[in-house]
């Protein structure tokens, strides 16, 4: 006898991937179906930085990434244990340099608001250098931003870690084309996704930002991520450091390589002089799928009847994940919608 489906979902970056999870997790007989493969898209990147935004004029949205960052540990902790692989997450907190009065007057600010929002589950604090260890980024005042709240993981290796803990569930993970669509569907096919809307709306509904990375051969152990202007460098647990990422509106290849990545090299080197003298032995490069609203786009799917959408994670997707998973997963299989309304797909059409 065929078993029958009850959560379909079209894409298996981390978005696709995460929901069917929180579904499977809650007794749903799921299907993951990518016509490409597991993260073959911006999923598959290299920097897997997971922050939060500052802590100030707090909001629905802030809440809500809030609740998904301290939610995190848990959720890629329980997805390792059932599916036997490494994620790479770690929750090692994120170092940024303060370089002018009026960042260092800011930082103090949102010292003080994070003791309100982040209610004592995280910290945001102005540290000196000197007390952050050997890997601390180079800093004009001395003195550095640090939050316990960031953490990072390996996308890709979470991303497979996913795949295994649905199919460990009982579900199923496959190549092909999306057809065959049974149950609850749901679409999480990131650039082509906002493509079709694009074009049936006849308008800019989200389009592909090309991002370029790197990684570098250089062992930091459990050293924190940092992030310093658009310089984003990150190590990981497998004796790499990731340095990311670009942001590309124009291109003319969405996955080729630049000068524009060999620049943001150079500027991580300045951060970290150490960078200097490893070898960069990976460059990436691939498009990440951004809403008109620059939020993730949740909810009913707006051309598609009675199916549903999960889409627009730029830059923050896997960070997000595990409150977008939770949230759709209430959606879909109990009709209970805690979306943000800017996360609706209307916001952005």
């Not at 990072?152 to 569930?169: E, G, N, Q, T």
């Not at 984003?232 to 450091?241: F, I, K, Q, R």
């Not at 959408?309 to 805690?338: C, R, S």
Request: glycine content about 12%.
């Amino acid at each position: 006898m065929t078993k029958t489906t009850d959560v379909t979902v079209v894409g298996a970056g981390v978005f696709g991937l995460a929901t069917a999870w929180a579904c499977a997790r809650r007794g749903a007989s799921v299907r993951v179906i990518d016509r490409t493969g597991i993260a073959a898209g911006c999923s598959g990147g290299v920097v897997g930085m997971l922050s939060p935004h500052a802590p100030e004029r707090w909001n629905a949205i802030k809440e809500f990434q809030f609740q998904s960052l301290i939610h995190a540990e848990p959720f890629w902790h329980e997805v390792e244990a059932l599916s036997g692989l490494s994620t790479g997450y770690d929750r090692v907190g994120r170092l940024q340099p303060i370089d002018t009065e009026r960042a260092l007057e800011l930082a103090h600010e949102r010292a003080e608001t994070s003791d309100t929002h982040w209610r004592g589950l995280a910290h945001w604090r102005v540290i000196n250098a000197h007390d952050a260890g050997d890997w601390a980024p180079q800093t004009a005042t001395g003195l550095l931003i640090q939050d316990t709240l960031s953490a990072r993981l390996h996308p890709r290796r979470a991303c497979d870690a996913l795949a295994a803990a649905i199919r460990a569930k009982g579900g199923v993970v496959e190549i092909g084309k999306a057809d065959n669509l049974q149950g609850l569907v749901i679409w999480a096919t990131g650039v082509a996704g906002l493509k079709e809307l694009s074009a049936h709306f006849e308008k800019q509904v989200g389009n592909g930002v090309k991002g370029q990375a790197a990684i570098f051969g250089l062992d930091a152990g459990g050293a924190p991520i940092t992030s310093a202007g658009d310089v984003l460098v990150v190590p990981h647990a497998d004796g790499t450091v990731a340095v990311g990422s670009t942001s590309e509106r124009d291109y003319t290849s969405p996955d080729a390589t630049d000068k524009l990545l060999e620049d943001l090299i150079a500027r991580a080197c300045d951060v970290f002089p150490m960078l200097a003298a490893a070898p960069v032995i990976v460059r990436w490069a691939g498009l990440r799928p951004r809403a008109k609203s620059r939020a993730p786009m949740l909810g009913a799917h707006p051309i598609h009847n009675g199916h549903f959408i999960v889409n627009g994670g730029f830059k923050i997707g896997f960070g997000m994940a595990p409150g977008v998973a939770e949230a759709m997963a209430d959606l879909v299989l109990d009709g209970k919608d805690t979306i943000p309304d800017r996360f609706l797909p209307e916001a952005s059409l």
